[in-house]
């Protein structure tokens, strides 16, 4: 369970971690349950290699949470919010997160380079995606999320 002084966050947005350190030694960025990640870790996943003119993504998840970096390189988010909310993020520093709450909609591009690292808050489970942005678009208006 999360402690009441946990971090709530609902809309999709970015995080931004502590760099410790200086350019002349090199940095470390941490994240900690219950201090800036606002879900209980339950995986980790990381993707590399995806070449630059592929987009990835096209899917939300019905409860599914992450905290997504790119650890390398740049990656280079275009979500719609349970809202319809329709937002760019850019992450191209290490201790840059993007917080997705469940139904946000995401395509993804990234540089030739980039290593996208997500926390997750649950264990994989397919039938959490919503794959198909009709689909997105019918839940979202059956739930009046
Ligand atoms: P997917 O989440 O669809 O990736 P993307 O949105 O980047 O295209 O996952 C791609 C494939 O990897 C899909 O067949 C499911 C599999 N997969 C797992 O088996 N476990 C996982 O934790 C994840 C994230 C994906």
Redesign the pocket.
């Known amino acids: 369970m999360l402690k009441d002084s946990s971090i709530i966050i609902k809309a999709p947005s970015i995080i931004e971690f502590p760099s410790i350190g200086s350019s002349h030694e090199g940095y470390i960025s941490v994240a900690e349950v219950e201090k800036n990640i606002p879900f209980q870790v339950k995986?980790v996943?990381w993707?590399y290699y995806?070449p630059q003119n592929i987009i990835?993504?096209?899917?939300a998840h019905k409860e599914l949470q992450q905290v997504i970096f790119a650890v390398s390189g740049k990656i280079i988010f275009n979500v719609e919010d349970a809202q319809h909310n329709k937002t760019q993020f850019v992450l191209d520093q290490p201790h840059l997160g993007l917080y997705l709450p469940p139904f946000s909609w995401?395509e993804?591009q990234f540089s030739h380079n980039a290593v996208?690292m997500?926390l997750?808050s649950e264990?994989?489970n397919?039938e959490d995606?919503i794959?198909n942005y009709e689909d997105f678009i019918n839940e979202i208006r059956k739930g009046q999320i």
Not at 56 to 59: I, V
């Open positions: 995986r996943y993707t995806t990835r993504g096209y899917h995401r993804i996208l997500c997750a264990v994989y397919e995606y794959r």
